[in-house]
T-cell receptor, first 113, second 115 residues
Framework: GDSVTQMEGPVTLSEEAFLTINCTYTATGYPSLFWYVQYPGEGLQLLLKATKADDKGSNKGFEATYRKETTSFHLEKGSVQVSDSAVYFCALRGNNAGNMLTFGGGTRLMVKP | EAQVTQNPRYLITVTGKKLTVTCSQNMNHEYMSWYRQDPGLGLRQIYYSMNVEVTDKGDVPEGYKVSRKEKRNFPLILESPSPNQTSLYFC??????????????FGPGTRLTVL
């Protein structure tokens, strides 16, 4: 079945540091890929998405590129802020999955001033 | 404001005492689902519904029931809760067009503790 693997956290960075959170997936066909963010005490919010190979999703300074050849969708940001502290989830929606999302385990990011 | 609401947000109960967690959305979405979130496991789908009176099992349905009598509501029922159902639960909704780009909108979560 489909699966998503994320780097384990927590990831601790200083403000203005560069962020990379790795995400790789296993799926048949051409899934859509998503990054969701969960701020403390809140539900999940869609951060960005990509629906086909080589697409780049971007939002709020975050970017991720759909790499079919490496089955990856790594999340990057050039300069993190304290307000980016949250848990980040990589997810995919497969061709035969209906609307079901398959999530990775989540990566907690802590940004220190 | 478009949103998914859940109630209660926090619940502490005892083993075997039936409970219901409500979920409601105001976006006229056909698709609704329930997930549980456990440390290191991400979110796993419990049940989903493609439309009124249409429900199906997700990855971890054991010990749960759902119903979809109205389009906007999708309650999660635990007939006899057990401690292994202690978790953070999320309701989500989206269009059911079949497009891979459909975005799911999540509720704020319900933290359940079963003693």
């Amino acid at each position: 079945g489909d699966s998503v693997t994320q780097m384990e956290g927590p990831v601790t960075l200083s403000e203005e540091a560069f962020l990379t959170i790795n995400c790789t997936y296993t799926a048949t066909g051409y899934p859509s890929l998503f990054w969701y963010v969960q701020y403390p005490g809140e539900g999940l919010q869609l951060l960005l998405k990509a629906t086909k190979a080589d697409d780049k999703g971007s939002n709020k300074g975050f970017e991720a590129t759909y790499r079919k050849e490496t089955t990856s969708f790594h999340l990057e940001k050039g300069s993190v802020q304290v307000s980016d502290s949250a848990v980040y989830f990589c997810a995919l929606r497969g061709n035969n999955a209906g609307n079901m999302l398959t999530f990775g385990g989540g990566t907690r990011l802590m940004v220190k001033p | 404001e478009a949103q998914v609401t859940q109630n209660p947000r926090y619940l502490i109960t005892v083993t075997g005492k039936k409970l219901t967690v409500t979920c409601s959305q105001n976006m006229n979405h056909e698709y609704m689902s329930w997930y549980r979130q456990d440390p290191g496991l991400g979110l796993r789908q419990i049940y989903y519904s493609m439309n009124v009176e249409v429900t199906d099992k997700g990855d971890v349905p054991e010990g749960y029931k759902v119903s979809r009598k109205e389009k906007r509501n999708f309650p999660l029922i635990l007939e006899s809760p057990s401690p292994n159902q202690t978790s953070l639960y999320f309701c989500a909704s989206s269009w059911a067009s079949g497009s891979l780009t459909d975005t799911q909108y999540f509720g704020p979560g319900t933290r359940l503790t079963v003693l």
